[in-house]
């Protein structure tokens, strides 16, 4: 099976999704000319053109209501924020108008759009650039919210928010793009709304979504060279929200600890500790515990962005605690 980057995975969704389909299109700064501020839509603007891979000025709020007119009158948008940071600015046009239309319309307008970008904490880029939005937009009744934390998960995620009817936010770990991993050649998507059992156990649940996958999966193998086996459930889209393969891990383990990227006040993880504690109380043998960015905007300075954000060392220690090992 090829192995491919993150990144290129993605841009294999986007290509393919638009040969598929001629009212799919893609607008954002810099995903023509440039290729994408992380080179996501490298070689589209060469194959489709100029109508369907389109450079927009530096107007979040303009390019996403674009979007969504477009979604409302029979295309099949896909808006890249250079940023999820930056969507802060075309919240308005997300929150307002693509997640609730369908509803406010009784039924008469589907609004099929994707919004995607980077997403979450990244290396020194400060408070303003290095933040986790899902719990953000996962509060919204009518979005749909994926985070995928592998390259197969990328291109099968990013393919099915595409056809998806309903307005979906694909959140891209900013420090993922790199990474690599197997992905087929073969047109498949990944349902959204299903979770996936990356690592199986039995000691204790780790649940997480997004970059943090990647940590989950380190702090599992270090773990399993002292003999604990855990299981990591990776939630792959955080609304819907697959609880059911949570509450089956936390069933079989009987301990649970949540990652995430976000901050921990209203953050997926306290959502995810409200379902497990509502169905699953009578098999937990110790509290959930959560593993999250410290209660601050993040630091610039390198040491001190280091100790604000979740990392492998914290996530063992969470998960040796429900173990009542430390």
């Given at each position: 099976m090829p192995v491919l980057t993150y990144r290129d995975a993605l841009g294999q969704a986007l290509r393919e999704e638009m040969q598929r389909d001629d009212r799919v299109f893609l607008?954002?700064?810099?995903?023509?000319?440039?290729?994408?501020?992380?080179?996501?839509?490298k070689g589209l603007l060469q194959e489709f053109g100029p109508m369907r891979v389109v450079d927009t000025p530096i107007t979040e709020l303009g390019f996403a209501g674009l979007g969504v007119g477009a979604a409302m009158v029979g295309l099949r948008p896909i808006v890249e924020f250079m940023t999820w940071n930056f969507a802060l600015l075309a919240l308005d046009q997300v929150v307002n108008s693509a997640a609730k239309t369908l509803y406010m319309s009784n039924g008469q307008f589907n609004v099929p759009i994707?919004?995607?970008?980077?997403?979450?904490?990244?290396?020194?880029?400060a408070a303003q650039h290095s933040q986790a939005w899902e719990?953000?937009?996962a509060h919204i009744p009518g979005l749909k919210v994926v985070a995928p934390g592998t390259p197969y998960?990328?291109?099968?995620?990013?393919?099915?928010?595409?056809?998806?009817?309903?307005?979906?936010?694909?959140?891209e770990g900013e420090m993922l793009y790199n990474t690599k991993g197997?992905?087929?050649?073969?047109?498949?998507?990944?349902?959204?709304?299903?979770?996936?059992?990356?690592?199986?156990?039995?000691?204790?649940?780790?649940?997480?979504?997004?970059?943090?996958?990647?940590?989950?999966?380190?702090?599992?193998?270090?773990?399993?060279?002292?003999?604990?086996?855990v299981d990591v459930v990776d939630l792959r889209t955080v609304r819907p929200m697959d609880t059911e393969a949570v509450y089956a891990s936390v069933r079989k383990t009987n301990r649970c600890v949540v990652v995430e990227e976000g901050w921990e006040l209203c953050g997926v993880g306290a959502q995810v500790?409200?379902?497990?504690?509502?169905?699953?109380?009578?098999?937990?043998d110790a509290p959930v515990l959560r593993v999250h960015q410290a209660d601050v905007p993040m630091p610039y300075a390198k040491q001190i962005e280091k100790l604000a954000?979740?990392?492998?060392?914290?996530?063992i220690a969470a998960v040796k605690k429900v173990l009542y090992l430390e």
């Open positions: 607008l954002g700064e810099e995903v023509a000319e440039y290729n994408g501020a992380y080179k996501v839509s994707v919004f995607r970008g980077p997403n979450g904490t990244a290396l020194q880029l719990s953000w937009l998960d990328a291109k099968g995620l990013l393919k099915a928010a595409i056809r998806d009817d309903n307005p979906v936010c694909v959140l197997e992905v087929p050649d073969d047109d498949y998507v990944v349902p959204l709304g299903k979770a996936d059992l990356k690592r199986e156990g039995d000691h204790a649940t780790i649940v997480t979504h997004g970059k943090m996958v990647l940590v989950a999966m380190q702090a599992a193998d270090q773990l399993a060279k002292e003999g604990l086996r500790v409200d379902y497990v504690q509502r169905d699953c109380f009578d098999h937990l954000k979740p990392d492998v060392p914290k996530t």
